[in-house]
């Protein structure tokens, strides 16, 4: 099973929107509603921000959102702040039963 | 509050075995699907095996499978890994994960990692 692609770095100003986009398959991203993002901090674990393609845990700021087109998802963040800035990652579960992460985008905040 | 607390992670030759151990709180862990994801040095996530509550379902990467072994004891509260033939590239820090999953027709949908441990890390090094 192959990693989902995601872009390497996505950058942006305080208070501007970003968006990272997340690439698989029919078998993974495009056949299911079960996308999910994470965001990790440099040295710490992983934190659930986006499940099932659209919804956000109890906690998580309203300025995360998440879609889904075809075999992409994509993650937006607006009004972009300097603790956005961190390493995000997609998953989605898979036709083999199984589950995988995308490759990781780093967020820089400007 | 939910808390999972990894441990058994260290340094280990090639071939060798380590087991890991995932001590869970917080919440009725018989009833939850619980999975182990592992991150090797400044690498990305990678998803190693899930099991579903009462064992009704074993899943693991192929990156592992046949080497590495999940089980649980929901008496104690705690899940495991066993890794036996490890090999350099299975050097990372492993973390334990609670689950969401979604079940029917006796399929049982991975749908996201809810809750995270620290993590602990395995070496595999001569």
């Known amino acids: 099973q192959s990693a989902l692609t995601q872009p390497a770095s996505v950058s942006g100003s305080p208070g501007q929107s970003i968006a990272i986009s997340c690439t698989g398959t029919?078998?993974?991203?495009?056949?299911?509603?079960?996308v999910s993002w994470y965001q990790q901090h440099p040295g710490k674990a992983p934190k659930l921000m986006i499940y099932d393609v659209t919804n956000r845990p109890s906690g998580v700021s309203n300025r995360f959102s998440g879609s889904k087109s075809g075999n992409t998802a994509s993650l937006t963040i607006s009004g972009l702040q300097a603790e956005d800035e961190a390493d995000y990652y997609c998953?989605?579960?898979?036709?083999?039963?199984?589950?995988?992460f995308g490759t990781g985008t780093k967020v820089s905040v400007l | 509050e939910v808390q999972l607390v990894e441990s058994g992670g260290g340094l280990v030759k090639p071939g060798g075995s380590l087991r890991l151990s995932c001590a869970a709180s917080?919440?009725?862990?018989?009833?939850?699907?619980m999975n182990w994801v592992r991150q090797a040095p400044g690498k990305g996530l990678e998803w190693v095996s899930s099991?579903?509550?009462?064992?009704?379902?074993?899943y693991y990467a192929d990156s592992v499978k046949g080497r590495f072994t999940i089980s649980r004891d929901d008496a104690k509260n705690s899940l495991y890994l066993q890794m036996n033939s490890l090999r350099a590239e299975d050097t990372a820090v492993y973390y334990c994960?609670?689950?969401?999953?979604?079940?029917?027709?006796?399929?049982?949908?991975?749908?996201?990692?809810?809750?995270w441990g620290q993590g602990t890390l395995v070496t595999v090094s001569s």
């Open positions: 998953s989605s579960y898979t036709s083999s039963s199984t589950h995988v």
């Open positions: 994960a609670r689950g969401g999953t979604y079940c029917t027709n006796g399929v049982c949908y991975i749908r996201f990692f809810e809750y």
């Open positions: 917080g919440f009725t862990f018989r009833s939850y699907n």
């Open positions: 029919t078998s993974d991203v495009g056949g299911y509603n079960y």
């Open positions: 099991i579903g509550s009462s064992t009704n379902y074993i």
